[in-house]
């Protein structure tokens, strides 16, 4: 089998050379609501307004070309029928008139098939040529020539326009493609796919017709082709697209513990896209139930970060049931499930394949303060930016690491890079206040910066020395509280800060013996600003990163609003056709009551006729 789909300038077509429909099933296939496979599940087509509603969604009409081979004795049949929105409008129908024509083969020609009178045959036929691009008869037929014993042909015609008079299919970008204008369309995703081949099928699936429909299908039989526009679309499997793949079994269970059916399994195979080296945010599952997609690059989990960036996955799910529009999964506690086991699977994926493709930081921690195992997410070197090499990265892990090792020294555990850095600030603080104030460092940190304290004797001395420093750098200090000196040592202190030039203190100690812990504390000072700004650095990239995820959820909801809406118009075209043809069945089922009751009537009267006249002759 094949399917062929082509394009002109005003209509598409479809052709496939299945077995086509003889009049009776092509009269069932265009008519609403009617589907002979309602009571049979696992299967399509059991609403009977799939072909309805999807050609109409495309264009306002819409002709079916079908041959049938004979059965069971038939001779072989032909069929033209035509669902014709802008007919019925213009001809200000109320009813759903939908024109059928056939034909039979009696040995080498196509002879008429009447099922009623030749009137209303050539009714039809002229309905079918008047609205539709075949100006004859013969044009009409000649659309056959495409099909050889057997097969449908579907032509869909005055196609549907955007705001900006455009067609909403756009068949001028490529021309062996059909491809959609308008939200779905990324511009910059089509410039990514040509960078990232790998995964092109994740950023052009929206769009392109030609990349959806070779994914469509999980597997594909060597008998069955599809062909857009004149070329063949090939089909691919998104597991090629991966690299450090792992294949994880997945087996729903009941409520009771047990699973309801042995063959309820799902084999999930998980990796990484090829194109993850570059930190492209291409993430999700493809979902396909009896081998069709549903749910292409479903996206289960939504880090804060850069968590489960590049990681796809394929699963076939046969136990789940699909939504009749074969677009989505019916929302049961099945699916919940799923749902629930591949956000872990992707997690648990992430957490210990994060580092191969140069995210740094991925695995999860505890914190020691809490107890609590932080996400991958949380930890700031897991969250590079969209093209990061990722090469800088082990600077600032390397930076945390000095950290642990200094912890580990003075006997205490290792704490996150944010945390010891406000610890060891505070106590810096401390201690560069202990010194210029002659007190005793109070942290009671043992990996303090001054682990020397200075004695009581020489406080006063330290309090002199550093106060005359700051002096002279034209520095106002404020006289500290009584700490325990004498009342000889302060009339000494202040004898001394009388004295502008005197450069030592009562015990001779000069000022230059305390400048190398000046110094220290400069360069400490250096140090946290350099650290700083990394975590500055790090909070940037963070909140970039939360900007475009905003951004690409703002679009997405957009998106989601916009088929929301094409969704409540395509209903509401549903609920006029129906209530119409409700009405119309009202109308006609009082009709036949009315012509039913006069029956009666008129049947009463005659039989009371009779009885009279049979009266009047017993009396004669």
């Given at each position: 089998n094949f399917i062929y789909l082509f394009m002109l300038v005003f209509l598409t077509y479809c052709l496939d050379n299945g077995g086509g429909m003889d009049p009776d099933k092509m009269r069932q296939c265009m008519s609403l609501g009617y589907s002979a496979k309602s009571q049979v599940a696992n299967t399509i087509g059991q609403y009977g307004n799939g072909f309805k509603t999807s050609t109409m969604r495309l264009g306002a009409d819409v002709l079916v070309f079908s041959r049938s081979r004979g059965k069971e004795g038939k001779r072989p049949t032909q069929s033209i029928g035509m669902l014709s929105y802008t007919f019925l409008r213009s001809t200000g129908k109320e009813d759903i008139v939908v024109p059928m024509i056939d034909y039979e083969k009696n040995g080498l020609n196509w002879t008429r098939k009447l099922r009623s009178t030749f009137a209303d045959w050539?009714?039809?036929?002229?309905?079918?040529?008047?609205?539709?691009?075949?100006?004859?008869?013969?044009?009409?037929?000649?659309?056959?020539?495409?099909?050889?014993?057997?097969?449908?042909?579907?032509?869909?015609?005055?196609?549907?326009?955007?705001?900006?008079?455009?067609?909403?299919?756009?068949?001028?970008?490529?021309?062996?493609?059909?491809?959609l204008r308008g939200g779905n369309r990324d511009e910059k995703n089509i410039e990514m796919a040509k960078r990232f081949p790998n995964s092109k099928h994740f950023l052009t699936y929206r769009h392109s017709l030609r990349s959806y429909a070779s994914i469509l299908y999980l597997r594909l039989s060597d008998a069955f082709q599809i062909f857009l526009r004149g070329k063949e679309i090939e089909h691919h499997n998104i597991v090629t697209d991966m690299m450090l793949k792992k294949e994880v079994t997945y087996r729903p269970v009941a409520t009771n513990g047990l699973p309801k059916d042995s063959n309820m399994v799902a084999d999930v195979t998980i990796g990484?896209?090829?194109?993850?080296?570059?930190?492209?945010?291409?993430?999700?599952?493809?979902?396909?139930?009896?081998?069709?997609?549903?749910?292409?690059?479903?996206?289960?989990?939504?880090?804060?970060?850069?968590?489960?960036?590049?990681?796809i996955g394929v699963l076939e799910a046969n136990f789940i049931e699909p939504a009749h529009d074969k677009q989505d999964f019916e929302r049961t506690t099945l699916l919940a499930r799923l749902e629930a086991r591949l956000i872990q699977m992707q997690k648990d994926y992430w957490s210990g394949n994060a580092h191969r493709i140069g995210y740094v930081g991925a695995r999860s921690f505890r914190s020691p303060e809490t107890g609590r195992e932080n996400s991958p997410e949380g930890s700031p070197g897991a969250q590079p930016s969209p093209g990061h090499s990722g090469k800088d990265y082990p600077k600032q892990r390397n930076a945390g690491k000095s950290y642990s090792a200094s912890s580990k020294k003075s006997g205490k555990t290792s704490t996150p890079f944010s945390c010891q850095q406000a610890e060891k600030s505070a106590r810096t603080k401390r201690s560069a206040g202990s010194i210029l104030h002659g007190l005793p460092d109070t942290s009671d940190d043992s990996d303090s910066e001054f682990v020397n304290t200075p004695s009581l004797s020489s406080k006063s001395h330290i309090l002199n020395a550093h106060r005359k420093y700051f002096?002279?750098?034209n520095t106002s200090l404020a006289t500290p509280a009584s700490n325990g000196t004498t009342e000889k040592e302060r009339s000494i202190t202040?004898?001394?800060?009388?004295?502008?030039?005197?450069?030592?203190?009562?015990?001779?100690?000069?000022?230059?013996?305390?400048?190398?812990?000046?110094?220290?504390?400069?360069?400490?000072?250096?140090?946290?600003?350099?650290?700083?700004l990394i975590v500055e650095e790090a909070t940037s990239q963070e909140l970039v990163m939360e900007r475009d995820k905003v951004k690409s959820l703002t679009e997405r909801l957009e998106d989601l609003q916009r088929q929301l809406d094409t969704a409540n118009k395509e209903q509401e075209a549903l609920i006029d056709i129906f209530s119409e043809e409700r009405s119309r069945r009202d109308e006609e089922e009082e009709n036949l009551r009315q012509k039913l009751k006069e029956a009666s009537n008129t049947i009463q009267e005659l039989l009371l006729e009779k009885s009279n006249a049979g009266r009047k002759g017993q009396k004669v």
């Open positions: 050539n009714t039809s036929l002229q309905t079918i040529i008047t609205w539709s691009p075949y100006g004859t008869e013969a044009e009409l037929l000649e659309q056959f020539s495409s099909i050889k014993e057997q097969g449908t042909r579907v032509i869909i015609y005055n196609l549907w326009e955007d705001d900006q008079g455009d067609l909403e299919l756009d068949f001028d970008a490529d021309v062996n493609d059909i491809q990484f896209v090829k194109d993850a080296k570059f930190h492209i945010d291409v993430q999700g599952f493809n979902v396909y139930h009896r081998n069709r997609l549903i749910k292409p690059f479903w996206r289960v989990w939504t880090a804060a970060g850069s968590g489960g960036r590049g990681v002096q002279n750098e202040k004898s001394q800060l009388a004295e502008p030039n005197a450069r030592s203190n009562v015990d001779g100690h000069s000022i230059d013996d305390h400048e190398p812990v000046i110094k220290q504390l400069r360069d400490e000072n250096a140090s946290l600003k350099e650290r700083l």
